[in-house]
């Protein structure tokens, strides 16, 4: 099993910058790839930005040029960096990550973060 564990949520006001972290613990063999996705109260969750194992990033048009996602290997560890954030970027974020694990066989998941509220308000 994985574990993601989120923080850096919070209350940021219009125009402001707030760091997410994301931490994977356990049975991890590689990790092939994390990302940062976002649901607003009454719509769907959407892909915010993502980091493959090799370094190839993308993200998605609402927050390009504002948030950037990067990662640290060593520490299974991702984070987006929001700046510029604007109300409409409130929602509660989650990271995601595509985990390969070794027991006997090598076996590819995909896991989930709890998830952290971002609120963008004055």
């Known amino acids: 099993q994985v574990q993601l564990v989120e923080s850096g949520g919070g209350l940021v006001q219009p125009g402001g910058s707030l760091r997410l972290s994301c931490a994977a613990s356990g049975s991890i063999f590689r990790i092939n790839a994390m990302g940062w996705y976002r649901q607003a109260p009454g719509k769907q969750r959407e892909l915010l930005a993502g980091?493959?194992?090799?370094?190839?990033?993308n993200y998605a048009d609402s927050v390009k040029g504002r948030f950037t996602i990067s990662g640290e290997n060593a520490k299974n560890t991702v984070y987006l960096q929001m700046n510029s954030v604007k109300p409409e970027d409130t929602a509660v974020y989650y990271c995601?990550?595509?985990?390969?694990?070794?027991?006997?066989?090598?076996?590819?998941?995909?896991?989930w973060g709890q998830g952290t509220q971002v609120t963008v308000s004055s």
């Open positions: 980091l493959t194992y090799g370094g190839t990033t």
């Open positions: 995601h990550a595509d985990v390969s694990s070794y027991n006997g066989s090598y076996i590819r998941n995909h896991y």
